[in-house]
């Protein structure tokens, strides 16, 4: 009797699923979604051929790893290197590496005509990995950098962010479930600032990367039920403790494990976990890593060029006066709400909907064991919060180490919403709405926003002549459509994806028109291209919101969950793609001085030199291969204009836009000048005769 009446259930609820199943035979299995889909879209039986027959064999971990990795390679690897380093941080780090390798010394940093001591090496030991990779020719004096260059010089920050997707998605998936660990995953490789850090050949992506691995690592090795060998896990995040420690500081690689794994210990009582963590081997694990480095320039007696030794520049004034006396930073007296509004901007979309990945967090106990996962993230959210808000020392990128965890939360939040509808959380979604609305109406109105979460200076202007590149889109309608349409007929022209291709093609060739073809009045006989063409980085991101939050919208009305779902992931993708194809490369030329260099190697003659007047922005010196000459008295740049200079006796000099007028006073009437490149909003490259 029972099972008769679970077999009416099940025919009421879904009676395809049963019509063909004897009375007592179990259900079949219906397999994963993305082959339902498929075989939705491409008709029965092309998950069984060719390349997805094999992708389908694989375990489903495997599979999904696999799926994770390549998302996150597409999304950050095209143009990687297609434009220059961004000043200050990149050329700083950049040249620094670069020095290890002309001085065949890589133990002691140096920049320009002295040693560095502001950072552990681990960064700039990847950037010369790289750079050496590249054959740019990075230890040639007096030539240009090779066009590969930047490629090689980015590329382990993009591969380390690859790993922290990869370790997220393993340590939710196998403690959350795996669908948490997949949107965990695409929550945190589409979140502005991960998106254009890991394109940022700097510090921050391999100590977040790194100590995201790790923890990831413990998560597995304390509430993974299946594990099954529990060392190499705890081992792994001892070894990737001392890497991060590499790549920033002790107080911090160290610090905030540490301090997470403290307070979760104090709040749960459970000290048998000192125990279980192999924390005597695994600490000397960490210290071998890390240590040798400190302690061996602890004995330096070398000095930086404010004449600081290693010692007091790592320890006091780099670490100590960062946290209490504020050092650096151009965001003086501000409060703990700062990073909430940076979070706001550098999580958007997904930072709409933390009201919902926060507020379950307050009923969490640490004596219920099933909860403990859960509070061990929210603890990792909160404890790199606590440091950067009590920091003096303010940038708008200390958020950056809550992102991983708060991904996390918000996976489970969108889990939740999976299985329990939209309708209970109603409520909810309701304040997610309005801040959806709120912070990407500022984003839109302000653009700059983005570019302020990972620059040094928040004054340096933001471009106002940039227009919307249709390309990509018109490419990717182009490419996606036809895909699409072979794919479809390779299996027999079965499926719902033979119309959805055509569909796409067709919007790509109308889009083709309206840009490039269609034209529009301007008054009188005056006639301009589509108004579509001439679209500001904001019309773009609101368009992007405004179409994403009008769907999921639309699809919350009805209650929809999958499509509300699909509407809000779409709208992350494509924001994150806009951001990583097409406006992050018109940005940079206005924050690299690659282009004005290039300018010099392509224009200059055989002993024609170059100085920079009034400037420390770094690029100089790393694009110039050091050969530029920093001047910063007009005495100095008077004897640098006499001086004898090829055959023309001409003269190169760079200097900011607002300080040309002073380059002209210094040198008087008695010179021409002659600006050579203004592609920089912030810089001119001048002629000097």
Sequence with gaps: ??????????????????????????????????????????????????????????????????????????????????????????????????????????????????YFFSKPPLTMWLTNLGLWLSGAGATVPHTELGVWAEWGIRTPNALLSILTLVMIYLAAGRVFGRRVGLLAALAC????????????????????????????????????????????????????????????????????????????????????????????????????????????????????????????????????NRLFAGVHTTTPNTTFTYFIEQLGFGMYPWSALLPGALVPLARLRPSVKEQRPQLFVALWALVPFFVVSMSATKFHHYAFPCLPPLSILLALFVDRLWREGLEPNSVTLLLSA???????????????????????????????????????VLWALLALGGAACLVALWNGGRGKAVIGGAVTLAAGFALFLWVHLVSVPTGGLTWSSSVLSHWEPREVMGGIFVVGGLLAAMAATTAKKEWFLAAFAACAVAFAAYLSFVHWEQLSPNWSQ????????????????????????????????????????PGKLRQFIAEPAGAENRHWVIVEQARFNMLRQALGDSHRFEVRDDSDNKFFLVLVN
């Design 1 to 114: 009797m029972a099972k008769d009446r679970n077999a009416a259930k099940l025919m009421k609820e879904e009676p395809e699923a049963v019509l063909d199943v004897a009375p007592d035979a179990p259900l079949a299995d219906p397999g994963p979604l993305s082959k339902r889909l498929l075989e939705e879209a491409f008709g029965e039986g092309i998950t069984s051929r060719g390349p997805l027959a094999w992708y389908y064999a694989l375990p489903v971990e495997r599979r999904q790893l696999g799926l994770v990795a390549a998302g996150a390679a597409l999304l950050f690897f095209p143009l990687l290197g297609a434009v220059g380093l961004w000043d200050p941080w990149e050329p700083h780090y950049a040249e620094v590496g670069r020095q290890m390798m002309v001085r065949h010394d890589w133990v002691h940093p140096y920049w320009e005509s002295a």
């Design 189 to 320: 490789g589409t979140m502005p600032i991960y998106d254009l850090l890991a394109r940022q050949a700097v510090t921050d992506m391999p100590f977040v990367s790194l100590l995201t691995a790790g923890l990831c690592a413990f998560m597995i090795a304390e509430f993974d039920p299946k594990v099954e060998r529990r060392a190499p896990w705890l081992y792994a995040f001892y070894a990737f403790v001392g890497f991060a420690t590499l790549a920033k500081e002790i107080p911090f690689g160290f610090g905030v494990p540490g301090g997470i794994i403290l307070l979760y210990i104090l709040l749960t009582w459970d000290w048998e976990l000192l125990k279980r963590v192999r924390l005597v081997t695994g600490g000397l694990l960490a210290l071998a890593i890390a240590l040798p480095w400190v302690l061996f320039m602890g004995f330096f007696r070398g000095v930086d060029d404010e004449s600081k030794t290693f010692a007091f520049r790592y320890w006091i004034h780099d670490n100590f």
């Design 434 to 472: 309005a801040l959806f609305a709120m912070i990407g109406h500022d984003l839109a109105q302000n653009p700059k926003h983005l570019t302020d979460l990972f620059v040094y200076n928040y004054d340096r202007p933001y471009p106002t002549n940039l227009v919307a590149d249709p390309t990509p």
């Design 594 to 633: 690659r282009d004005i260099f290039h300018t010099y190697y392509t224009e200059r003659k055989a002993g024609e030199p170059i100085a920079a007047y009034f400037m420390n922005w770094r690029g100089e010196t790393f694009y110039s291969k050091n050969d530029v000459r920093q001047i910063k008295d």
